[in-house]
């Protein structure tokens, strides 16, 4: 008797066991397409309470094996006999078809695991041509997560697929099969789609390496190094376009869904990411058209082309500004809204708020100005007329600066004034040096050229050499000398201070006197007799 009591319970073992696994399996998966849920970290939750309900079941399972043994055992049957009769009440066909089934299913497994085999041997010598052939611009990293994740996708469909097959062979209710293939279905777009992001994602870098290595070469190629910078503006973009079109694909093969218009609200909002895609590579085309039709003639005197190279910004930002009213009156249109009663009625709301808030109008203004027209960025060392520093912030209202002295200057966009940027290319570090009267020029210009050279090869911010513009002022005391430093963005107070430490040291060093300041006091009688009068201690 305790023999069917241990076999009855080693099966329930295996089936919780199963479904353990399984569940572990599909975690592993899930979480490589983390895009899909809500989040590893809520996923994670939810897998450990769905582990705790199969190892609550699994408790159970064994308590009833237990408990309903116990009954009879109490009730004085035989639990052998008592098994024996119940599984002779059972038809012998249905034996029949069971084994059959069992059969079916396990040569099917057979017949997968050596095809699965068969594939990854195949897609395991594929990926290591491609990794080691050198005309393949490829990364072995990116080469080696695709075939990872085509073979995750062999090997999940095809374990879905024998379920489904299994349960057909043994004969499970018909809805429960269709089922298990229609999640089927909708494993296949997710990973498909999965599958195509990181595709995308290869395919717009290995262009923009290649735009970047060829660009140079060849003449169509030099104006597609205009469009780099749309490479991340469109990757977003075909992420986005793949996972709308896969959820969509999915959702609509739920039934509880089939009143919601699913197809029609994805082709809206594929439209509107159409619009935005085209609208950036409008603006950038019509960038290149303007730069090309006004600089196009190379007899330009260079007065002539500075004027053109002054009026080039405007009408680049004129037609940005009208591509982006266009887009916007597009994606209108697409959602099915008339544009002409909104901006009518924009029209009155800005002229009331224009009239009532001018100061914050002229805020807004020129904040959309500054961050439109790259005027400063963040991390940008500029001057205003009043304040410098370093911007750590920039909205529509206002801009924030950080001193090198610590103190923050926060500073409406509309009072900001003059703007000196001392991020743009390069910056000069200008160094007054003052140096005594009577000191020989030409040896105190040689000093400081040496100084410059050993600047630039100590510092990996200099770009040249310090040079010595002249004499720059008779002072009271000394002679100033002025010296100007190329260095990168941003840099000119930290070169400076090297600068100043090592003409300080060369002038020490070759004798040449730096002047300072001396007072003499004169004491009159009166002060000569108080002092004389006091005691020697004193």
Known sequence: MPGVVILELALVFCCFYTLKEFIEKGHNYACSLKWLWWGEKHLGIFIRNLQTLVKILSI??????????????????????????????????FWVNLAGGLLKTLLSVILAVILLNVIKRSLNETRDQLNTNPNVSIKARDINKIFKTVNNFIYTTTTIFLIGLGGKFLFLPESLINKIYGFLHIYILLALGNLLVKLSSICLEMLNRGVQQYGDRHQL????????????????????????????????????????????????????????????????????????????????????????????????????????????????FTVNIDPTPILAGAGIVGLAVGLGAQNLVNDLLNGFAILLNNYYLVGDFIETDTAEGVVEEIDLRVTRIRHPSGKQFIVRNGDVGKIVNYSKEYVYAVVLVGVAYHS???????????????????????????????????????????????????????????????????????????????????????????????????
């Open 60 to 93: 159970l399972g064994y308590l009833t094996v237990l408990g309903f043994n116990g009954f009879l055992l109490s009730q004085g049957e035989n639990i052998r006999i008592y098994t024996a009769n119940l599984l002779l009440q059972v038809p012998q066909d």
């Open 221 to 332: 190629l030099i104006y597609s190094l205009r469009f780099q910078n749309l490479l991340p503006l469109y990757k977003q973009c075909l992420k986005l376009v793949i996972y709308l079109s896969t959820w969509s694909l999915v959702l609509v093969q739920l039934p509880f869904l089939q009143t919601i218009p699913i197809y029609s609200l994805a082709v809206a909002i594929l439209k509107m990411i159409a619009i935005v895609m085209l609208t950036a590579l409008l603006i950038e085309v019509m960038n290149i058209v303007i730069e090309t039709l006004l600089l196009k003639d190379h007899d330009l005197t260079d007065i002539e082309r500075n004027k053109r190279l002054t009026f080039i910004p405007i009408v680049e930002n004129m037609a940005r500004y009208l591509m982006y009213f266009g887009a916007g009156v597009s994606v209108l």
């Open 440 to 538: 020989n020029l030409d040896h105190v210009y040689t000093v400081i050229q040496e100084v410059g050279q050993k600047v630039m090869a100590l510092s990996e911010e200099v770009l040249e050499p310090t040079t010595v513009s002249g004499l720059n002022d008779f002072g009271e005391s000394d002679l100033v000398i002025r010296t100007s430093t190329k260095v990168k963005p941003g840099q000119h107070l930290v070169v400076s201070r090297l600068v100043r430490k090592l003409i300080k040291e060369a002038f020490d060093r070759e004798g040449i006197e730096i002047p300072f300041a001396q007072r003499v006091l004169t004491w009159g009688p009166e002060a000569e007799a108080i002092i004389n009068a006091l005691p020697p201690n004193k």
